[in-house]
């Protein structure tokens, strides 16, 4: 990816990010990240911790992973979350951060910032401008992958953790939309470059045959970084260095290369479905995220072609559908890594 790519891969991610269809289809998301942030805060101790805690949830998306801190302090210790204890939500989005503001009253949530017990702050992830030695633990759910700047990031973890406080990521090897989304746009293109070709083709066919192949799963990985694997193989980086954060090897080392010690990985799959109402829901967040990884050129062959239109109706006529759920979404594979900084 040239300079000029990644640029605005950047900013199309920030776009979207702050695109307020995309905050209110984000949440949904949740049905599927959120198990895994309740496995990540078990692994970083969260139910066992007495001192106060100094909780920031970097990359913090609609806070799915302080919702599900605070529901494990409540049922393993009944003080807590105790007046000491503080929670800080942050994110680079202002979107994502207005539906934490609003789900934290609405939800009742025991935590508020007229109490001071919780703050929502705007950030880079990369240079958070947040205090060092801060907190117990930081925690960054499918954070890093979205990451510009993997060892940045991985060292502004450290930076803000205080000595012997536990950090902890999650990172996804498998996400179970993606075969659908790829064979949705995959038979999209060809049908409608098919039309085309017959002379049945209508300005949205000519549009739509040009859409891009299909991202994979790796690909969708390092895209959200700014990452093009295929460049750097052409320019001959080495298999080793390049970057793989669904790699337990590869996170490993970096987590370690931050200064980190006690690192535990864990492989966690999950049979997660979701019903055919927030599938439907879904297709404006996950074409959204589909074009990020487009070049500037692409967007323009494609602007103005209804593609979530074209995708429901591939959705209505392909979708596994069991009992109100599709079955075919229920794939789910990711790493929960914790790791401390040393006393």
């Known amino acids: 990816m040239s300079a000029t790519d990644q640029s605005q891969n950047e900013t199309a991610n920030r776009i979207l990010w702050n695109d307020p269809k995309f905050a209110a289809g984000y949440k949904i998301g949740e049905q599927f990240t959120g198990e895994y942030a309740h496995d990540l805060c078990l692994q970083m101790g969260i139910q066992s911790y007495s001192a106060p805690i100094r909780f920031l949830d970097l990359a913090c998306g609609t806070g799915i992973v302080i919702k599900k801190a605070l529901a494990i302090l409540q049922s393993s210790q009944s003080a807590r979350p105790s007046p000491e204890d503080k929670f800080t939500f942050a994110d680079l989005s202002p979107e994502l951060l207005k539906v934490v503001r609003s789900r934290v009253v609405s939800?009742?949530?025991p935590i508020s910032e007229e109490a001071k017990n919780m703050e929502v702050v705007?950030?880079?992830?990369?240079?958070?401008?947040?205090?060092s030695?801060?907190?117990?633990?930081?925690?960054c759910n499918f954070g890093p992958g979205i990451a510009p700047d993997p060892d940045r990031t991985?060292?502004?973890c450290y930076r803000m953790l205080s000595p012997g406080g536990v950090a902890g990521w999650t990172a996804w090897q498998s996400s179970g939309w993606l075969p659908d989304l790829t064979k949705a746009t995959t038979e999209i293109r060809e049908s409608a470059a098919r039309k085309?070709?017959?002379?049945?083709?209508?300005?949205?066919?000519q549009k739509l045959s040009k859409l891009p192949d299909a991202i994979t799963s790796e690909g969708m990985i390092a895209g959200f970084a700014g990452v093009n694997h295929a460049k750097l193989r052409a320019d001959e980086v080495p298999e080793a260095q390049l970057p793989r954060w669904e790699k337990e090897d590869w996170f490993r080392a970096r987590v370690e290369k931050a200064g980190f010690v006690d690192v535990n990985i864990n492989i966690v799959k999950k049979d997660s479905k979701i019903s055919v109402e927030d599938a439907y829901s879904m297709i404006q967040p996950l074409t959204g995220i589909?074009?990020?990884?487009?070049t500037e050129q692409q967007r323009k062959h494609i602007e103005g072609a209804d593609l979530r239109g074209r995708i429901k109706e591939w959705f209505d006529q392909h979708l596994d559908v069991k009992d109100g759920k599709v079955q075919s979404w229920g794939g789910w594979q990711a790493m929960v890594i914790t790791a401390k900084k040393p006393q």
């Open 290 to 294: 589909l074009s990020t990884f487009w």
């Open 122 to 131: 705007e950030v880079n992830m990369t240079d958070t401008k947040l205090p």
């Open 154 to 156: 991985l060292g502004e």
């Open 107 to 109: 939800e009742d949530w």
């Open 196 to 205: 085309c070709a017959e002379g049945n083709g209508t300005e949205e066919d």
């Open 133 to 139: 030695d801060a907190y117990t633990h930081v925690g």
